[in-house]
């Protein structure tokens, strides 16, 4: 099986390298064997010897070329992504793609096109980068109906809130995220990651592979982390949790309900432990319970196993469906106003006699219990109330939200943070 | 895809459920449709509605039924399952099992006569129950050279360490392995749990499909956690470890370590976190660096999941060979004398003046240095002394605790337990 390579930055240069030092583990594994004929990229890489490859500066070349029988797009963006993909699918090529916004985003139209050629498409690097959670999800759990999927798919936004959670850290988002930039886990604009966006890219596509629905990205709720505050951090550790940024995709008959938020994880559940760049995603299903996958999330070896792994699926010629399904139901994507939670909420209230009453009934009116309550002293001005709730319907505590800060005494805005229910 | 199921016990029942309840989920997620068409059981199973299906008493019936074209093994032993899948493979049909003494200890063989058939052997479910461990591996690592395997993958050893080193509990081995009786988590003979036997089938197994080696359940090293007293779970607390029984399969050249053991895993380590009947299996490999797998190892639902993965592999006509790799190498499996590890000693002493000068010099001519150590007042009569050494080779250990055990003032054997080098 003869492969072309497009795009030879980081993920690209750690694939071209995994195949020349896993030659003969690779040859021990395919009985077809995978070589690697093309590589297409605007200029060579100082970490790869190309004097054995056919070079090309344009990567349609590689789409084009009647040697290549799977097309390993690299390059990232989704528009010349995308064209360059729907180009090798019309020639006939399988695909192999680490683009997750592309899969998110024009997913639909590229699986559809790969049906009509009878050509597959794989993108296991897609997701939590060198965790193999496509093919447990698509395969390995195949036997299962899924119920839900939890996953911290996103490096940036874990590394931040683990070193604003270390103990006595006591540090402000903005100044994580700097540190976070000088060593290259965040970008020098980190809007993609830090607001979200990169995880709902993700979850999208854990989302239809373990329920059978169409690719729906605009069906995502997406909340990012840069609104946590180290007052967040420490008042949810008092209550025995932790602060994670946590793609959740649920279903529930037709109901589905995607969001990618910063959640209240109790701090004894596994997911509570994984800390740093890491990723992890929680699985649960029917048969087999919850289980868990764990990795690094990213980086190039780790992205470039995923690749390799997809390269050796297809040389293995399985025919599973490319999202796991060979029809898709039609779910009913709920609005983050109907979900079930349960809340963190915190507000500065005036430092008076009466304030707490009126927090405590304004909650009770709206049907909201307090499951934990603190409060700290004002030390300058205002004194800082902190409120873990019953679980609710979103819109119920919406209507609760504005009351709150509609109080004379309520000095803030309320800050909100979903309870994971796991 | 019609289907035969062998055995209908705690997982044949939950597998047969499952067909049943999640039909129209895996009618969704296989082209050729996969119809279950025969049981062979001694007797019908209470919660099994079997009046719409073919049922024999004789489990040779389904081997040689030629309606059937995957034979599932549950009856479990070695003798008459051996002899049962060779017959079934003999008529041409694929074979799915969740037997890993079969695998362990026969599979050499019967991998031998599926390959001359053109028929497939699968056995997801024989390691770690729901987790899909051997797809994991097989497929989802296939671009890496694994260096190193390390797993809880017995529940039995897991739920008595667990219950042991809860807060203040102190109990004793023998106190708590009769809570697992009572709960039926271990059973009323439970030496094959408890010694390690069964947690040395599945590391057989990993470790050929990790580094594509034959099956060889004898050069595994294989201890259990009999011996392990709530003194050594206190200290090894008090030193920031835990105490798992771990099977550790590593490759370095043509060496190959396989031991199961009991082991200290810093209390940090994610594998630390896994508790109760929880399995988990780690995997070091050279691109995607270590990657965890987490989730329940036993039981009737999560078994059945596994089991079902490989029947919709077996309808997806997929092509992996079946212990991953297309040939093998010949390893040079290392004996338990040849590795190196840290090791947690434990020793009794008199309390007598230069007894930790005598225990120390013995040690550094030994060429053993001292990373932590611990002695306890004497309460009674004698003290005890628990030691963290450094890295060295186990026949180096060997000789120094043979001399440690000849000191005079030394009044007990030394008890041992190797410590996690990752």
């Given at each position: 099986m003869r492969v072309g390579i497009c795009g030879l930055g980081t993920v690209g240069s750690g694939l071209f390298n995994l195949f020349a030092n896993n030659r003969s583990e690779i040859d021990r594994k395919t009985v077809i064997s995978v070589e690697l004929v093309q590589v297409g990229c605007r200029r060579d890489h100082p970490d790869c010897d190309l004097s054995s490859v056919n070079v090309t500066r344009d990567i349609f070349d590689v789409a084009r070329n009647p040697e290549v029988d799977v097309l390993v797009e690299l390059i990232g963006g989704t528009d010349t992504a995308k064209d360059l993909v729907l180009e090798a699918i019309s020639h006939g090529k399988h695909i192999v793609t680490a683009n997750k916004a592309l899969i998110a985003l024009h997913g639909n139209e590229v699986f559809a096109a790969a049906d009509a050629k009878g050509v597959t498409v794989r993108y296991e690097a897609s997701i939590a980068g060198g965790i193999p959670i496509v093919k447990a999800i698509r395969e390995g759990l195949a036997g299962n109906q899924i119920e839900w999927v939890a996953g911290m798919i996103n490096g940036t936004t874990n590394f931040i809130l683990t070193e604003m959670s270390k103990e006595g850290s006591n540090r402000s988002f903005d100044d994580v995220l700097k540190e976070a930039q000088d060593l290259g886990y965040a970008e020098a604009d980190p809007t993609f990651d830090v607001e979200g966006i990169d995880a709902a890219h993700k979850l999208t596509i854990l989302a239809s592979i373990a329920f059978g629905i169409p690719l729906n990205f605009e069906a995502m709720y997406t909340e990012g982390i840069s609104r946590i505050t180290s007052d967040d951090i420490q008042f949810a550790a008092e209550l025995g949790y932790c602060i994670k940024h946590l793609g959740v995709a649920q279903r529930d008959g037709d109901d589905v309900e995607l969001r990618v938020h910063p959640t209240l994880i109790a701090e004894d559940q596994m997911l509570a432990q994984v800390n740093g760049v890491m990723n992890a995603v929680m699985v649960g299903s029917d048969a087999a319970g919850a289980t868990m996958y764990y990795g690094a999330g990213a980086g190039a070896r780790p992205t470039a196993s995923a690749v390799m792994a997809d390269i050796i699926d297809a040389a293995r010629e399985t025919s599973v469906p490319n999202l796991g399904f060979n029809d898709w139901s039609e779910p009913n994507f709920l609005p983050i106003s109907s979900i079930s939670s349960s809340y963190y909420l915190r507000l500065a209230v005036e430092d008076k006699a009466g304030v707490m009453a009126n927090v405590t009934t304004v909650l009770s009116n709206h049907e909201v219990s307090i499951e934990a309550l603190i409060q700290k002293d004002a030390r300058v001005r205002d004194a800082q109330i902190v409120i873990l709730t019953n679980e609710v319907v979103e819109s119920q505590m919406d209507a609760a939200i504005s009351e709150l800060e509609s109080?004379?005494?309520?000095?803030s805005s309320v800050s909100r943070i979903r309870v994971a229910s796991f």
């Open positions: 109080l004379e005494n309520v000095t």
